[in-house]
């Protein structure tokens, strides 16, 4: 009898060739660790974008399944803690990187990455959230984590309209920050503040290449867009205020002042969702699930698409015109 083939997307990067297929695969060819998935709903992260339109070498192996993030329900496992049909979750851990990913109907992983996703949420919910979300919960847990609490100020999200921009914004408001949110979508003003942004800044309001210090007008920052962004943010965060570096849609270098960080006491941390250890990721996940309801996810969503749309949907991200979750149905069974 001839086994059963599951739909993915897979993606081929080479010195050679750059492409995506849509084909189909049988679970021999997805692995042999210890718990099935079948998978409801993924989504785009701009890391899938650079990955899917191989802009930057995110795949250490080729080809792959993209696709950063998964969530569905479990069909088996060696884990008498994930039970057939419970719904879970995937984030990172190597998916398309160095194992194949979450567009594809079924997702073999050791259970050590499985997050179960508790009611009232669904696989939906969760890739509303999914690595935008953690990466916006560890950026907060970083702020925390360094006495930078509510009453010491607000906290500017650049990128905002983004998608860790956004569950940023959403997330800090439910945790009771005071949020300032910088897009350069004036189109985005209205749904950034209806998910909790205070206040809106247009990006020419942040002084590239300024001098060392500039007047202090934040407790803090998450930043998305790296380059001259991250030492603009830094130099109008006030003492012993912190800066989180989580992206880099404008630029690898760090060209700037250390003024902030000796005269002022400011921190520059880092967040890595892909690689989070495992204590880690758990926390931040159980911190997001406490924290919102599945109803707050709603206008989060901008779209959502089949698999067969995703690879056209890829250049919007590197554009930087995508905006909130865009959501990939993989299946509904
Ligand atoms: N460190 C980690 O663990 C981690 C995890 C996830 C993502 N990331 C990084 O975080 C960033 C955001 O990821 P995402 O998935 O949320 O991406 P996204 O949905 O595409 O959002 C990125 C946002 O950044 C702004 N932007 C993008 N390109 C720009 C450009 N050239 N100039 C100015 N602004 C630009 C845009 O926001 P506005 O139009 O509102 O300004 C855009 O919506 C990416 O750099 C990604 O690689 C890092």
């Known amino acids: 009898m001839s086994e059963m083939q599951h739909r993915a997307l897979r993606i081929h990067h080479d010195d050679q060739d750059h492409r995506c297929e849509l084909t189909n695969v049988g679970m021999q060819e997805l692995g042999e660790d210890d718990t099935v998935l079948a998978i409801e709903y993924s989504a785009i992260n701009y890391k899938d974008a650079l990955a899917g339109s191989g802009t930057a070498p995110i795949l250490r192996r080729s080809p792959l399944i993209g696709g950063i993030d998964a969530a569905g329900h479990i069909v088996q496992s060696e884990d ?84 860790v921009g956004s569950l940023s914004i959403l997330l800090l408001h439910r945790l009771g920050y005071t949020c300032i949110a910088m897009t350069q979508k004036q189109s985005e003003h209205a749904r950034l503040r209806q998910i909790g942004a205070d206040e809106i800044w247009e990006p020419d309001r942040l002084e590239h290449n300024g001098g060392g210090l500039a007047s202090a007008q934040i407790a803090g920052a998450i930043d998305n867009l790296g380059g001259t962004a991250l030492p603009a943010l830094a130099r109008i965060t006030q003492p012993w205020g912190a800066v989180v570096s989580i992206g880099v849609a404008t630029g690898m270098e760090f060209a700037g002042s250390i003024a902030p960080f000796v005269i002022r006491g400011v921190s520059i941390l880092g967040v890595t969702s892909a690689n989070c250890p495992a204590p880690k990721r758990r926390d931040a996940w159980t911190q997001i699930f406490e924290n919102i309801q599945p109803e707050d996810l709603d206008t989060i969503v901008t779209q959502t698409i089949d698999l067969e749309n995703v690879s056209d949907a890829f250049q919007s991200f590197l554009d930087g015109q995508a905006s909130g979750r865009t959501l990939v149905r993989i299946a509904n069974d």
Do not use: H, K, W
């Open 80 to 163: 008498p803690q994930l039970q057939p049909g419970q719904v879970a979750l995937v984030t990172g851990c190597g998916l398309s990187e160095t194992r194949d990913g979450g567009y594809c109907e079924r997702l073999c992983v050791p259970a050590d990455f499985v997050i179960p996703i508790p009611e009232p949420f669904t696989p939906r919910a969760a890739m509303i959230l999914g690595t935008a979300g953690l990466t916006a919960m560890l950026s907060i847990q970083r702020l925390q984590n360094n006495e930078v609490t509510p009453d010491r100020g607000p906290i500017l999200v650049t990128g905002a309209s983004g998608g």
